[in-house]
C-alpha cells in the first residue's frame, strides 16, 4: 500500500510539473509575441524592420504593418525599397478600411512613381475607394458621383487595362444608385401630394437615364401626376390640365406599345377623355 501511493503520489507531482512547465511556456511565447513586436518597433536595424513589416503584412496583420511602415516611410524614402513599401503601406489602410487616407496613399503612388508597373493598378484602386465609400441611395451621393468621375477618367487613361470591365460595371452600378435616389425623391414628391412637382421630377428622371429599364414606370408617374394635379385644378384649368394627360397617355403608347403598363394607360386616357366630355357639356349647358 505504501508502495503503491508512493508511486500515485510521484505520478501527480510529475504531471503537476508538466502542467507548470507548459503554461509557463506559452506564457512566455505570448509575453514574446507582445514584446517582439515593442522590439522590432524601437529597433534601429531598417532592414529587419521591413523584414518583419513584411511578415506582418502576408500574414495579413495589417495593423502592426502599418505601424513598421509608416516609421520606415521618410528613412527609407528614395532608397530601392521605397516603391514596394509605398504600395504596401497604402494597402494597409484599405485593407484597415481607413478608405480616405488609403485614397490619399494611392494617388500619391502614382505621382510618385507614374512609370510604375503598378501604377495602373493604383491608379483603379483610387477610384476603388470613392466606390468603397459609397453609401445606400437615400444618402447624400456625393462618393458614387467621384466613383463614376474617376472610374471613366481611369478607362479614358488605361484603354487596354484588363480592369475596364470591372470600371464599367462599377459605373452602371453607381449610375443604377444615383438613378434608384431621384427615383425615391420623384416618388416622394407624389405620396405627399406635390403632383405638379412629382410630375417636372419624373419628367427630368426620364430625360436624365434615357435607356432606363424603368421609363415606362416613370412615364406611368408622370400620366398618374398630371391626372391627379387636373382632377384637384380649379374648373378654369381642368380642361388644359386633362389635355396634358391625354397627350401624356398618346405619348406613352408611342413609346412604348409593349409595356405591361399599357392597360392601366388607357384607363387614365379614358378618364380623362371623359372630364374633357361633362367639362364640354358642362360649357354647352352654360352657353344654352
Not at 531598417?46 to 495593423?63: C, P, V
Not at 424603368?214 to 384637384?232: C, G, H, P, R, T
Request: contains cysteine; aromatic residues 16%.
Amino acid at each position: 500500500m505504501r508502495l503503491l501511493f508512493a508511486v500515485l503520489i510521484s505520478g501527480f507531482l510529475l504531471s503537476s510539473c508538466s502542467f507548470l512547465n507548459k503554461a509557463k511556456t506559452g506564457f512566455g511565447l505570448f509575453q514574446g509575441t507582445g514584446g517582439g513586436f515593442a522590439k522590432v518597433l524601437k529597433s534601429k536595424d531598417y532592414d529587419y524592420q521591413l523584414k518583419m513589416a513584411d511578415k506582418y503584412y502576408e500574414k495579413k496583420d495589417y495593423n502592426h504593418a502599418q505601424q513598421l511602415y509608416e516609421q520606415l516611410f521618410p528613412v527609407l524614402k528614395g532608397s530601392p525599397q521605397f516603391e514596394d513599401l509605398y504600395y504596401k503601406f497604402a494597402f494597409c489602410s484599405f485593407y484597415l478600411k481607413d478608405y480616405p487616407n488609403a485614397e490619399n496613399l494611392f494617388k500619391g503612388f502614382v505621382e510618385v512613381f507614374p512609370n510604375s508597373p503598378k501604377a495602373e493598378e493604383m491608379d483603379y484602386m483610387r477610384a476603388f475607394t470613392f466606390f468603397k465609400q459609397s453609401p445606400k441611395a437615400e444618402l447624400d451621393q456625393t462618393n458614387t458621383t467621384k466613383t463614376i468621375g474617376f472610374m471613366q477618367a481611369f478607362i479614358n487613361t488605361h484603354p487596354g487595362s484588363p480592369k475596364i470591365k470591372d470600371a464599367t460595371e462599377i459605373i452602371d452600378k453607381c449610375r443604377a444608385k444615383l438613378e434608384l435616389k431621384d427615383f425615391k425623391s420623384a416618388e416622394l414628391y407624389y405620396n405627399l401630394g406635390y403632383f405638379k412637382a412629382s410630375s417636372i421630377t419624373f419628367n427630368t428622371l426620364i430625360n436624365t437615364y434615357p435607356d432606363s429599364e424603368k421609363s415606362d414606370e416613370y412615364k406611368l408617374f408622370v400620366i398618374k401626376s398630371d391626372y391627379q394635379y387636373a382632377n384637384l385644378s380649379i374648373e378654369e384649368r381642368k380642361e388644359e390640365r386633362f389635355l396634358q394627360v391625354v397627350s401624356d397617355c398618346n405619348d406613352f403608347t408611342d413609346r412604348f406599345p409593349d409595356s405591361k403598363l399599357i392597360k392601366e394607360v388607357q384607363s387614365y386616357l379614358t378618364l380623362s377623355q371623359n372630364n374633357l366630355k361633362a367639362i364640354k357639356n358642362e360649357s354647352a349647358k352654360k352657353a344654352g
